[in-house]
């Protein structure tokens, strides 16, 4: 059939190229993706849309994307999560590294322990204090099993030496929401997640995760600051393709997204996110992916956790 020109025609023939959010809606990913979906759109000269797989510590979502056609079509969101699950799960449908080529950084972010105002606890000292008061006796909450929101709390309970019950959501804004209604007593979100919050009197945000102070949050201490020293946990963000994609398609959407990312819009709403911008050539993000797998398997064995 001839098209003749017609719109229905021209749009069915626009490319379109999905990003893959393994997470639900209101996760750190899908918020963050969601700030220059359009902006690459229109760099690329195609429709750009995001799609949410969420579940199992977002492997579901993940392996939709090894498994996907290497024609630079779909992408994935992905953070620190994406190479803490290798060393958590001891049976994955894909390899984190061997199966993904790395296309894009998007940026850095650190992440924020917080609790509900109703707990009491006024610092990050005063949290361990209240926890080691009544070992086994709190739960915290994170985007799911595997996420780096429950790694980061993991994390961090293992080197203060205490104990707490995992409840794993389904995204990053259902476990603020648990802090928020006091249903929890701990989060551990990246700084995109609780920002908003700062001045909400249900919650108190405790320390920040970065070796350094948040820009962002400057008033937050870090964790080693509050009488863990030594401690970090941050995570990067960016977007991979399936292994084997062209080379040239990897180049084309990496050039796109440095430009994208140049715009001042877009940074504004990252930045009002707590996200760190910062660009890299794909083979920079790929050392940066392979380094961060050496240092999520130190993370994970600290922590000790592991799932089926």
Excluded at 14 to 19: D, F, G, S
Excluded at 22 to 28: E, L
Excluded at 179 to 207: C, M, Y
Aim: net charge neutral.
């Amino acid at each position: 059939m001839l098209c003749a020109g017609s719109i229905v025609c021209s749009m069915a023939a626009e490319r379109v190229i999905k990003i893959i959010v393994p997470f639900g809606p209101g996760a750190v990913q899908d918020t963050v993706a969601r700030t220059f979906v359009n902006e690459l759109g229109a760099q690329l000269g195609a429709v750009v849309i995001i799609e949410n797989h969420a579940g199992a510590g977002g492997t579901i979502g993940t392996s939709l994307v090894a498994k996907a056609p290497a024609d630079g079509n779909t992408l994935v969101m992905s953070a620190a999560s994406h190479t803490l699950t290798g060393y958590l799960y001891e049976k994955l449908p894909y390899d984190p590294i061997k199966d993904f080529q790395a296309v894009s950084l998007v940026g850095f972010s650190g992440y924020i322990i917080a609790a509900p105002q109703a707990f009491g606890a006024n610092n990050l000292k005063d949290y361990i204090k209240l926890i080691k008061a009544n070992p086994k006796g709190f739960n915290y909450a994170s985007a799911g099993n595997g996420s780096a929101s429950h790694l980061g709390m993991a994390s961090f309970l293992a080197r203060a030496g205490l104990e707490m019950q995992h409840i794993p959501m389904k995204a990053t804004g259902d476990a603020v929401n648990e802090v928020l209604a006091n249903r929890v007593q701990g989060v551990t979100s990246a700084t995109v997640g609780v920002v908003g919050f700062r001045k909400d009197p249900r919650i108190r945000l405790l320390a920040y995760t970065g070796r350094e102070r948040s820009k962002f949050l400057p008033e937050i201490p870090t964790v080693a600051e509050s009488g863990l020293p030594g401690f970090s946990f941050d995570s990067w963000m960016g977007l991979l393709a399936p292994a084997n994609t062209p080379k040239a398609e990897i180049e084309k959407i990496n050039q796109a997204m440095i430009k994208v990312l140049a715009n001042p819009e877009v940074q504004d709403r990252l930045v009002r996110l707590g996200l760190e911008v910062k660009t890299a050539s794909s083979d920079e993000f790929e050392q940066i992916l392979k380094e961060d797998w050496i240092n999520a398997g130190l993370i994970v064995k600290s922590s000790g956790a592991k799932l089926e």
